[in-house]
């Protein structure tokens, strides 16, 4: 109700009116899929890698902190070796 009544003493609501009506109709395509591969996907990669990455090398090496640098270094790897695959396949696709 608030948002009315600042609408309302607004000079350029007409032009706020005009934007809103042009997003609502826009045709470009859905940007989902990009989003998860750009933010979602590396992030749990990561953590997934975390996770095997400690499991992996418990057995291993019995120093803690020098198990986390380890573990940190392989799951960075692990992500980075995704993202660029990833990248790679979605270019390959969209070139087709």
Same mark, same amino acid.
């Given at each position: 109700?608030?948002?009315?009544?600042?609408?309302?003493?607004?000079?350029?609501?007409?032009?706020?009116?005009?934007?809103?009506?042009?997003?609502?109709? #826009?045709?470009? @395509?859905?940007?989902?899929?990009?989003?998860?591969?750009?933010?979602?996907? @590396?992030?749990?990669?990561?953590?997934? #890698?975390?996770?095997?990455?400690?499991?992996?090398?418990?057995?291993?090496?019995?120093?803690? #902190?020098?198990?986390?640098?380890?573990? *940190?270094?392989? *799951?960075? *790897?692990?992500?980075? *070796?995704?993202?660029?695959? +990833?990248? #790679?396949? +979605?270019?390959? +696709?969209?070139?087709?």
């Amino acid at each position: 109700m608030a948002k009315e009544k600042n609408c309302e003493q607004c000079k350029q609501r007409h032009k706020c009116v005009d934007v809103f009506c042009a997003l609502g109709e #826009s045709t470009s @395509p859905s940007i989902t899929l990009k989003v998860i591969q750009a933010f979602l996907l @590396p992030i749990v990669v990561l953590l997934v #890698s975390l996770a095997a990455g400690e499991h992996i090398f418990k057995g291993y090496i019995s120093q803690e #902190s020098l198990r986390t640098v380890i573990v *940190a270094l392989f *799951a960075l *790897a692990i992500t980075a *070796a995704a993202v660029l695959i +990833i990248k #790679s396949i +979605i270019t390959g +696709i969209t070139k087709k």
